[in-house]
């Protein structure tokens, strides 16, 4: 199934114009004030701030879907996200892979699963989250058994799903260094982490 699958990787990038070094960790959710989708870029910005060994070798790839347009708050936040991606990508500029990849319109099924399988860690910030499905579903993607699972602790899935980096989602330096941990981490620790959450899941 793995070398089935294998080429999912090399697909997805070429989609989004990443190269072959860029990592990638990927937000998956729609527009919502609970989700800390405005967090998260901060997240990014304070990343390669810190470890500016990044810079041009990162990409934090949201998927959201567009936000219910009849909620002036929720057409807000949108905008706000666009300009907050615009401006730290306009900060890294002239450094190779753009920090953000915000790629707003619904996406199916099949295409959340390539985005799961092709990135290096996931990130889920929630700033209020009963469960959270969508950390589920990437430990669930990932039957190779690799990648990194980054967990709001304000995320009902944080108590089953302990061997994620726990972040909260409130401190953009604290989410910086997270990003960083999971770049950084070992495949061994990967492996041994993704098992155990593959089994709770």
Not at 82 to 91: F, R, T
Not at 140 to 157: H, K, P
Request: hydrophobic share 45%.
């Amino acid at each position: 199934w793995v070398n089935q699958h294998a080429g999912l990787v090399p697909w997805v990038r070429e989609r989004l114009g990443l190269s072959e070094d860029c990592k990638i960790v990927v937000g998956i959710e729609r527009f919502d004030y609970t989700k800390g989708v405005l967090d998260r870029l901060h997240g990014v910005d304070c990343l390669l701030t810190a470890h500016p060994e990044w810079i041009g070798h990162f990409s934090l790839v949201q998927a959201a879907a567009p936000t219910r347009s009849k909620l002036s708050a929720y057409r807000e936040l949108q905008q706000e996200a666009i300009a907050l991606a615009d401006e730290i990508n306009s900060k890294y500029a002239n450094a190779g892979a753009q920090p953000i990849t915000l790629v707003i319109r619904h996406h199916e099924p099949s295409e959340v699963f390539k985005l799961f399988r092709a990135a290096d860690a996931c990130i889920v910030s929630s700033l209020h989250d009963g469960m959270n499905l969508v950390a589920k579903e990437y430990v669930a993607a990932r039957d190779d058994e690799m990648g990194v699972l980054l967990l709001s602790s304000f995320a009902g899935a944080s108590r089953e799903l302990s061997e994620a980096i726990i972040i909260n989602p409130y401190d953009a330096q604290d989410l910086g260094e997270a990003m960083h941990q999971a770049l950084m981490m070992p495949l061994t620790e990967q492996h041994e982490r993704m098992k155990s959450m593959r089994e709770q899941v």
